[in-house]
């Protein structure tokens, strides 16, 4: 292939070639057009001239083959693929704005825009890790942001698929990567752990609130090995009003250890969406490094130097899903809840990373104005996270694991169709109404949910309703129970 070819105006697979975008040490970025598309488009067109890192041609083939598979509103859609027979290239969609590179010069942004901005960037990671990719290249240069709000995800070229022959594992022993980004993990080969993208965003965050990398500068592989027996300092001790909520976060995304870290970038997103919801550990309050005695064992005596046998990435997330039960606080429902609180323990004992998130719906008037005390002058509000937290408590679920949350709405049905969706929910406990029929639960709250919801639903009822079974037999109706 000629690099020569490439000039504005030449036509390539019926794209024509517009302006150089961007000129970049493994590949050149091309304004395309197509009769037969609208959007606007780029060209990624790889650099194979005589000397180029031949790394450059390897990426770019895990991008080829990545690129396709993937969709959503957190990448770029891809629209058309060449080969390295007559000219390699990607053609994808043209996102208007700038990379988070740019916003280097205003750094450290406020607490609460790098707290939006990161969960953002985790719900996008949670939905790339759903299609079995991890990216491994997470950094400024590599975030971008839709117009309408969502944080899309680019540069394919040092990912892991799940489901595809890892080249870069194949054919180089190095670790591939932007070094103040790179997880400890990486520089012992592991490359099928999506924590590793988790590592990596909390660098970013740490970045970005503090102005300063957590583990500078360093671009040699004898520095970045540090970073597999040394942390880093804590936030508060470089900003001492910095939120021990969000030290919470950043410390535990950069745990050495990947088991330390959150499960999922779901869960990761979760929390950021929820910070007065965030269990402080001693981790918030840290005003040191770890001891040298610490660092000593952890250097010479590390589980993370052992082998590790191979993940995989639909699995990890199987295995620590967010689960929400619908929960009636209100009296006169102690066998639903009961049955609620039995069926949830059932299914979290067999999800021991898995989260919880107890939701409970304050009803609102359509016309009337709605108070926010009862007749006795307590808080509505409040007394229904406290009745959430007592119905919760038989579970005895680490503090990290479980969340309540109080919904105030209209529709109870869409508050937690809403709920389940902004905070990217894979399975919904939810209790039937006390009458039995189906024409009655589809009719009702658990009828919508059930029917709406992109997630999976148990729909639960009390024992004495569902122990009982209903038949049709010569026109007579016979109940009985088992």
């Known amino acids: 292939m000629a690099q020569s070819r490439i000039q504005p105006g030449a036509v390539i697979d019926g794209f024509t070639i517009g302006e150089c975008v961007h000129n970049g040490g493994m590949a050149t970025l091309w304004s395309v057009s197509h009769p037969g598309i609208q959007a606007p488009l780029l060209m990624k067109i790889p650099r194979v001239a005589e000397g180029e890192d031949p790394a450059a041609i390897v990426s770019f083939e895990m991008e080829q083959m990545i690129l396709p598979r993937l969709s959503g509103p957190h990448v770029p859609a891809c629209f058309a693929t060449g080969d390295f027979a007559r000219q390699a290239y990607v053609v994808i969609e043209r996102i208007r704005g700038q990379t988070l590179y740019k916003r280097l010069a205003d750094l450290p942004l406020a607490y609460e825009e790098a707290r939006a901005m990161a969960a953002k960037i985790a719900s996008a990671l949670a939905d790339l890790h759903r299609q079995n990719v991890i990216h491994h290249d997470i950094k400024p240069s590599s975030i971008m942001f839709r117009s309408s709000g969502e944080a899309v995800l680019i540069d394919f070229g040092l ?50 609130t503090t102005g300063v990398r957590p583990f500078g500068e360093t671009e040699t592989l004898r520095g970045m090995r540090r970073r597999l027996w040394r942390d880093p300092h804590p936030p508060r001790k470089l900003k001492p009003d910095y939120p021990t909520w969000l030290q919470e976060v950043v410390l535990r995304c950069l745990e050495i250890e990947p088991v330390w870290r959150y499960p999922t970038a779901s869960q990761l997103a979760f929390e950021l969406a929820h910070p007065d919801q965030i269990k402080l550990t001693a981790r918030s309050e840290r005003a040191k490094r770890d001891s040298l005695s610490t660092v000593w064992r952890r250097r010479f005596n590390r589980g993370l130097t052992q082998p590790k046998p191979k993940s995989d990435v639909a699995a990890h997330l199987a295995a620590s899903p967010i689960v929400a039960v619908a929960v009636d606080t209100l009296e006169g429902a102690p066998a639903l809840n009961e049955a609620l609180r039995v069926t949830t323990a059932r299914i979290l004992a067999t999800l021991p990373s898995a989260r919880l998130a107890c939701v409970n719906v304050l009803k609102l008037g359509r016309i009337t104005i709605d108070r926010t005390l009862d007749k006795e002058g307590h808080n509505k509000h409040v007394e229904r996270l406290v009745a959430l937290k007592h119905w919760a408590s038989p579970l005895k679920l680490d503090e990290d694991r479980l969340s309540v949350h109080v919904l105030e709405a209209v529709d109870a049905a869409s508050a937690i169709l809403e709920f389940t969706r902004a905070n990217h929910v894979d399975h919904i406990i939810i209790g039937a109404q006390q009458h039995s029929g189906l024409s009655a639960l589809l009719g009702g709250v658990a009828g919508k949910v059930a029917s709406e919801a992109v997630c999976t639903v148990t729909v639960v009822r009390p024992p004495r309703l569902a122990a009982q079974a209903v038949e049709l037999d010569g026109g007579k109706r016979n109940t009985a129970s088992p």
């Open 159 to 208: 990912s892991h698929h799940n489901h595809l022959p890892d080249l870069l594992q194949e054919e180089f022993r190095l670790p591939f990567g932007t070094a103040p980004y790179t997880a400890p993990e990486r520089l012992l080969g592991v490359r099928d752990d999506p924590r590793s993208d988790l590592f990596s965003l909390g660098v970013l965050l740490y970045f970005f």
